[in-house]
């Protein structure tokens, strides 16, 4: 009977957007995944239950463990029963808004969490008898106030508490490679948005809007600052240079981006228009959703990505638009119709 050896990845924050988009590639390469999960109350595993299944069954390719960043000792725990070949750490409290509501617990889970599984990590490595390899998902928020267009050695200038924790992760992992030989890669990632992207960010909580507005369901789409800029792509795409950081033949740091900046108007304009509506119609402003501090322009330059890695981006800014629209319009055309059936609807939300 011959038996595969299949790569083993490690992956905190699996089910998030981006933990999720990669756990279907690395399943489509072969990989065996186990992803890190935090016990919750209600079902968080939304994003990837289409790869789950139960493990017992020989075709299983997901692996789930209960852990948190905040919890060293379950990290080191984990990483030992799975003995992983690459680890992808995308665990994070991820919203810049809520990270000026809840600084310490961003601090430390975004940056001290990344400290406690590169410890772990570090000491997993020296006596794994293979090469181990160490994604982090570092943030174009860490440039912040920099001037556009940012690349990899444009100084950061971070104005949240979240993009500060970001930028003690990437230095802590920069300091671990360099102080243990380590194989870790840092991905400066701009931002990056699907169907699956948690629905309050600005992209999905417009999506999420306009097409609820289109199918009367909502009436109104409450917003904070409309003129910030961000260079905007595809998830999909973003996690597949997630992976190529990991193939190189050394480790480095890449910036990720589509090189093009849209304003939170024009990705207004942008959906409303292919619903056949005037956004100014239905947008209000709500100062909660400002920001005490605000990035008002982000621009990556990925040549370095392109150029050592490969890589480029492969859905432009009007087909990602039309992406989250076609998929939240029948998500709206599924809650009308229950709606007409007498179900109840989801709760009225209001988003960050
Ligand atoms: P996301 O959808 O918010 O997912 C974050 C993940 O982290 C979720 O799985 C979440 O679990 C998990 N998590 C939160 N707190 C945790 C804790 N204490 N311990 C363990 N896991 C925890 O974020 P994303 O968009 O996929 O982003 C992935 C990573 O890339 C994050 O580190 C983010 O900061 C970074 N990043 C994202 C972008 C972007 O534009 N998307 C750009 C640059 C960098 P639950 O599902 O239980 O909440
Ligand atoms: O969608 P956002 O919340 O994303 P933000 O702050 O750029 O952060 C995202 O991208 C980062 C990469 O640069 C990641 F590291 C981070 O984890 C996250 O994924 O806001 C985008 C812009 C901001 O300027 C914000 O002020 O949209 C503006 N905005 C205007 N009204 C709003 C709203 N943002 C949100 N979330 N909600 C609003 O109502």
Redesign the pocket.
């Known amino acids: 009977m011959t038996h595969t050896v299949r790569r083993r990845a490690f992956v905190?924050?699996?089910?998030?957007?981006?933990?999720s988009y990669l756990a279907d590639l690395l399943v489509a390469k072969g990989y065996e995944v186990h992803g890190?999960?935090?016990r919750?109350s209600t079902f968080?595993t939304g994003r990837i239950d289409h790869l789950y299944r139960d493990p017992h069954d020989p075709e299983a390719r997901l692996f789930l463990h209960h852990?948190?960043?905040?919890d060293g000792s379950g990290l080191r725990h984990a990483l030992e029963q799975v003995r992983p070949d690459e680890i992808y750490?995308?665990?994070?409290?991820?919203?810049v808004r809520v990270s000026f509501d809840a600084p310490e617990y961003t601090a430390d889970?975004?940056g001290s969490?990344t400290l406690r599984l590169l410890a772990a990590y570090r000491d997993y490595a020296r006596g794994a008898g293979k090469d181990v390899r160490f994604y982090q998902?570092?943030?174009?928020?860490m440039f912040g106030a920099a001037k556009p267009p940012q690349l990899e050695t444009t100084p950061f200038h971070p104005r949240s508490p979240?993009a500060v924790a970001?930028v003690a992760a990437h230095w802590y992992a920069v300091n671990y490679r360099e102080s243990y030989g380590l194989f870790i890669s840092n991905g400066i990632?701009?931002?990056?948005?699907s169907p699956r992207?948690?629905e309050t960010?600005v992209t999905r909580k417009i999506t999420r809007a306009a097409t609820r507005i289109k199918l009367g369901l909502q009436k109104k789409l409450f917003l904070g600052n409309l003129d910030a800029k961000r260079d905007w792509g595809f998830?999909g795409d973003y996690v597949e240079a997630m992976w190529r950081m990991l193939q190189a033949p050394a480790p480095d740091d890449y910036v990720v981006a589509t090189g093009e900046a849209y304003s939170v108007r024009d990705f207004l304009e942008a959906t409303f228009t292919q619903l056949g509506l005037d956004w100014r119609a239905y947008v209000e402003t709500d100062p909660r959703y400002l920001r005490p501090a605000e990035v008002d322009h982000l621009l990556g330059d990925a040549s370095k990505a392109r150029d050592a890695l490969g890589w480029k981006p492969q859905v432009s800014f009007a087909g990602l638009v039309a992406m989250m629209v076609e998929h939240d319009l029948e998500l709206a055309h599924r809650e009308k119709t229950l709606r007409e059936a007498g179900h109840s609807s989801a709760l009225e939300r209001q988003h960050d």
């Open positions: 905190t924050g699996i089910t998030g957007q981006d933990g890190v999960m935090r919750a968080n852990g948190d960043l905040a750490n995308l665990g994070a409290q991820s919203h889970v975004t969490g998902a570092g943030s174009s928020e979240y970001k990632l701009f931002n990056h948005e992207r948690g960010f998830a």
